[in-house]
């Protein structure tokens, strides 16, 4: 491995006592959720689903692993070298074979999917970098920027070169925000912001220009809503929902995963109740047909709980 800055990692998540990871697909509007792997061992979180659609790709122990669903359910690590240990947030351009990652020094790194060599994208090391969206042409990678040690600063929404280079401020409101992705189209960002908020921490569901302008709410609830994402056809979204009251997006609570159509925010076509939170979906989790979505829940057992 190439040496990391001189700076402290951000810490890797793991299994708490009695506690078990769970990764589940479900449909997009009907039927039962599936279990398809589960680890008392392993903490895996933020499914991204495979370019062939064969495969969930989710990072664990600072790693990224892929889990093959079919013929058989197999989890195989994706060798990265010159990689330090990431976080749960990545994204795929799948076009050019690329995986994006956000690793625990703060930086943005890539790689092939398949694995090989990983190349350094972004370059302040004053800045935390939390990766959550690469623009349809690749060519533009939406990220959260958080000064390095102060995580009490809202996080701004924050655009770099895929191959490296400035990294520019578009407007987007002026509180914390997070989860930045963009539209099938390129022509929006999807996100989660406290603009709207009428109690600290309450996040709700928008979208800003690409270019840059004022959030355009989606939903307005009483929950703290997260991490929107577009199904490819961008017909369809799943976000999270964490408590009322809730401050940040941490692990362990009961959530919602809350199905929508885009052309209507406010009803719910489906609504998938869990224990999980951080981990759960921080990341694009749709299958590349669209018709289903991964989540990851981490059930704690009532005997050793």
Known sequence: MTAVDEVQLLPTRKLGS??????????????????????????????????DGDALLLNGHGLLWRL?????????????????????????????????????????????IEGGTATRVSHDSTRYHFLHGVSPDGGTLAFVDLPRGDFSASGRLALIPSAGGETTYPEAGSRHLDGPEYSADGAWIYLNTEEFGVRPGHAQVARVP??????????????????????????????????????????????????????????????????GGQGTINVNSWSPDGRRFAYVAYPITTANA
């Open 210 to 275: 690409a270019a840059g302008g004022t959030p355009e709410r989606l939903v307005e609830s009483d929950t703290v809503d997260w991490f929107p994402h577009l199904a490819p056809e961008g017909d369809l979204a799943a976000y999270i929902s964490f408590p009322t009251g809730t401050l940040g997006h941490p692990a362990d609570l009961e959530v919602e995963i809350r199905v929508v159509s885009t052309t209507d925010w406010t009803t719910p076509l489906r609504v998938i109740p869990l224990f």
């Open 68 to 112: 093959t669903l079919e013929p058989e359910t197999t989890l195989d690590q994706v060798i990265i070298d010159d990689l330090p240990p990431i976080n749960n947030d990545h994204v795929l351009d799948p076009p050019r074979g690329l995986i994006y990652l956000s690793a625990n020094d703060g930086h943005l790194y890539v790689a092939p």
């Open 18 to 51: 009695g506690q078990r990871t769970e990764v589940w697909i479900a449909d997009a509007l009907d039927g039962a959720p599936r279990l398809v792997y589960a680890s008392e061992e392993l903490l895996l979180e933020a499914p991204n689903w495979a370019p």
